[in-house]
């Protein structure tokens, strides 16, 4: 059973990155699916959630910026992230709702 995340990487302010997190082992259709990230000195906080029946809720640091998504034929949770910020620099981790947590991966923003 494993969440692996993907897709993260450094950026300009003002890019789009697009991260990925391929669930194996689980029924992933039927689990709710959350993003979360943790900046450097900082506590990980939710970033996105999107339930089984694919509805979304979000941050407000990130409302309209960001798009959780899910293919549950893929078995895989996306994140869409536009106009990125320097303050969005965070490793980025998926979580599924019974609380296993992925490895993280890195995205830098930069000024």
């Known amino acids: 059973v494993q969440l692996v995340e993907s897709g993260g990487g450094l950026v300009q302010a003002g890019g789009s990155l697009r991260l990925s997190c391929v669930a194996s082992?689980?029924?992933?259709?039927?689990?709710?699916m959350h993003w979360y990230r943790q900046a450097p000195g900082k506590q990980r906080e939710l970033v996105a959630i999107i339930t089984s029946s694919s509805n979304t809720d979000y941050s407000d640091s990130v409302k309209g910026r960001f798009t959780i998504s899910r293919d549950n034929a893929k078995n895989t949770l996306y994140l869409q992230m536009n106009s990125l910020k320097p303050e969005d620099t965070a490793v980025y981790y998926c979580?599924?709702?019974?609380?296993?947590w992925g490895q993280g991966t890195r995205v830098t923003v930069s000024s």
């Open positions: 979580r599924a709702g019974f609380g296993l």
């Open positions: 082992g689980m029924v992933f259709r039927i689990e709710d």
